[in-house]
């Protein structure tokens, strides 16, 4: 779940509990806002659109903030629909796998979910930050979406190959 996470920036009990709520209620909110918004993106462009994201990301200056938090929250939000989609799969072939391969699967996405939660939290900090602040909040997201991207790609491995693994 997106609710446990550990991190190696304190925050207090409060505010990881508001983060998980969010983070939980993210998808039923959007579900209900737009149909479209919560289509899933195929994974190759997906990722594509994360890659831009990465790239764009350290041209955005203070002026641009707007622009930056609303390219990076589309992008967040086709991840999430992303991850549901990998849960979904693993929930769906959960008695067909191998319990090795099942267990990696596990392992691979509950570090996506922790990654994913990590960023919601950088994400946070650069939406209420100052504009004095923004290079620091930029850098800090920068580096927990790069490592939520690697996650994500690991995750979309493993599930795969536990697919082709239960379908043997």
Known sequence: MRASSITKYPTSGITALVLAALLLAAPFAVAEGSDT?????????????????????????????????SHIRETLD??????????????????????????Q??????????????AAEWYQRMEDSASFTWESMKDGFDDAYSKLVEAWLDAEEVVSASEATAEE
């Open 105 to 118: 699967a596990k392992t691979s996405l509950a570090h996506l979910n922790r990654e994913r939660l990590r």
């Open 37 to 69: 918004a919560r289509e899933t993106v195929a994974p190759q462009k997906l990722k594509e659109q994360a890659q831009q994201l990465e790239e764009k990301l350290a041209e955005y200056d203070q002026d641009q903030r707007d622009e930056a938090m």
């Open 78 to 103: 086709a991840l999430d629909s992303r991850i549901e989609k990998l849960d979904q799969t693993m929930t769906s072939r959960r008695e067909d796998m191998d319990r090795r391969i099942r267990a």
